[in-house]
């Protein structure tokens, strides 16, 4: 059973998970605003890592400006009994970055959902086709992202919403 985290937990988190300094010691920053040692902070976060607290520590690509700006949906109607199988297979791909099942609707039969990236709408195109053979489905339709938002990462312990922390 997960266990509550502490204030100081809770605050290491929330500096944790905005932009990491690009420089030799970026704990150090951290460490000072908590009043602890560099070591410490490094402590704490292979114990919150060793808990499954921390799972990951990632790099969020902008990918518009890094040139690739063909974002998609893929959206499969499967039989429900195949869901399983199909979701795991798609996720297997790099260009896969989200894959989710949803419930179907009468108006929107679609049960299953990948989201992929590529350079250009035609290898996009592509992509979806070589996945929906990967599964042995085609039954699938392309959706394309014509506007970005909002990328952002989810934030946790915000002092905006306590009812969130």
Same mark, same amino acid.
């Given at each position: 059973?997960?266990?509550?985290?502490?204030?100081?937990?809770?605050?290491?988190?929330?500096?944790?998970?905005?932009?990491?300094?690009?420089?030799?010691?970026?704990? #150090?920053?951290? $460490?000072?605003?908590?009043?602890?040692?560099?070591? &410490? =902070?490094?402590?704490?976060?292979? /114990?919150? %890592?060793?808990?499954?607290?921390?799972?990951?520590?990632?790099?969020?690509?902008?990918?518009?400006?890094?040139?690739?700006?063909?974002?998609?949906?893929?959206?499969?109607?499967?039989?429900?009994?195949? #869901?399983?199988? $199909?979701?795991?297979?798609?996720?297997?791909?790099? &260009? =896969?970055?989200?894959?989710?099942? /949803?419930? %179907?609707?009468?108006?929107?039969?679609?049960?299953?959902?990948?989201?992929?990236?590529?350079?250009?709408?035609?290898?996009?195109?592509?992509?979806?086709?070589?996945?929906?053979?990967?599964?042995?489905?085609?039954?699938?339709?392309?959706?394309?992202?014509?506007?970005?938002?909002?990328?952002?990462?989810?934030?946790?312990?915000?002092?905006?919403?306590?009812?969130?922390?």
């Amino acid at each position: 059973m997960p266990r509550p985290l502490t204030d100081l937990e809770k605050e290491l988190v929330r500096l944790l998970q905005g932009d990491i300094p690009l420089v030799s010691r970026p704990f #150090l920053p951290v $460490a000072q605003k908590l009043g602890l040692s560099e070591a &410490e =902070v490094l402590e704490h976060i292979r /114990r919150l %890592q060793a808990e499954g607290i921390i799972r990951r520590f990632g790099a969020a690509l902008r990918h518009r400006e890094a040139g690739i700006t063909a974002n998609a949906m893929v959206v499969w109607q499967l039989p429900p009994g195949e #869901l399983k199988r $199909a979701g795991e297979k798609l996720a297997t791909f790099p &260009e =896969v970055t989200h894959c989710y099942q /949803r419930q %179907q609707r009468p108006e929107w039969p679609y049960n299953l959902y990948a989201v992929i990236h590529c350079r250009t709408r035609e290898a996009c195109a592509k992509l979806a086709a070589r996945l929906a053979a990967s599964i042995g489905h085609n039954n699938y339709r392309l959706i394309f992202s014509t506007a970005e938002l909002k990328k952002e990462s989810m934030k946790y312990f915000t002092l905006e919403d306590p009812e969130c922390q």
